[in-house]
């Protein structure tokens, strides 16, 4: 089956129209949101209505989902992230509020688990190192797993001599083969952020993954970033959220 993988929309409406426009042309099957569909970005109410109008779809809550139905303090977030999480709480609708509160924080399938941070702290860890990756093996029953939040599209993966790569995934490269030949071999992926890269490209990012294949091809779409960063200006949101944009940070 083809999945459309994607996470981190963060009320991003130009940068996920760009992503479900890509997943429609790829004919995708099903779909896996790895969390943080809203949260920084302006249009959470628009978001949250095409993620949820998509079929067979696999979706857990980020940290920015649950604190803006205040499930999760903002004590702990920057400056910039409270401030959006407040005008995020405001700006939500019952029915959005109702689909953030049911959402788990850890989902597993029988073909995959998907988490937003990792499957020990799946609403805060950044799974960015081997040391995380290795202590978090053995949470995981169901390989492949599929996470977000550190906004990097990249991928770990356990070889069959139990070496532990982790490879930065680039536009259109696929990871296959050795790295995801089998259910029970542990490997990560994480497909970037649709709404706010961090890798210092812009284009939003997302990702196919082909489960007869077992590939993970990433895909980074281009849209119309001072569209979203007017709405953020006329909203009052924080100018860094507006600016960080176009820079992919
Ligand atoms: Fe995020």
Redesign the pocket.
């Known amino acids: 089956m083809l999945y459309g993988v994607f996470?981190?929309v963060?009320a991003n409406l130009e940068a996920l129209e760009v992503v479900l426009d890509f997943f429609r042309a790829s004919r995708t099957e099903g779909h896996i949101c790895c969390?943080?569909v809203v949260?920084?970005g302006p249009d959470p109410e628009e978001c949250l209505a095409k993620v949820r109008r998509l079929k067979n779809i696999s979706i857990v809550c980020?940290?920015?989902d649950l604190a803006a139905v205040g499930r999760l303090d903002v004590e702990w977030f920057n400056p910039y992230a409270r401030a959006a999480t407040l005008w995020t709480r405001a700006a939500l609708g019952g029915e959005s509020r109702r689909f953030l509160e049911g959402l788990t924080a850890r989902l597993e399938t029988r073909e995959f688990t998907v988490v937003?941070g990792t499957p020990r702290r799946p609403a805060d860890e950044y799974l960015l190192s081997v040391a995380q990756f290795k202590v978090n093996m053995s949470k995981v029953s169901v390989w492949p797993l599929f996470m977000?939040?550190s906004?990097m599209p990249l991928c770990f993966h356990c070889s069959a001599e139990g070496r532990i790569e982790p490879i930065f995934i680039d536009d259109r490269q696929c990871v296959t083969g050795e790295v995801a030949a089998f259910g029970t071999v542990p490997v990560a992926f994480n497909p970037g952020?649709v709404g706010?890269p961090r890798d210092h490209d812009k284009r939003a990012s997302c990702a196919l993954w082909d489960s007869e294949a077992r590939s993970f091809r990433v895909f980074r779409l281009a849209y119309d970033v001072a569209v979203t960063q007017a709405k953020i200006r006329s909203h009052g949101l924080p100018e860094y959220l507006a600016l960080r944009l176009a820079y992919g940070q």
Request: glycine fraction near 24%.
């Open positions: 996470s981190d963060h969390g943080d949260g920084y980020g940290n920015h937003h977000g939040h906004h952020a706010q």
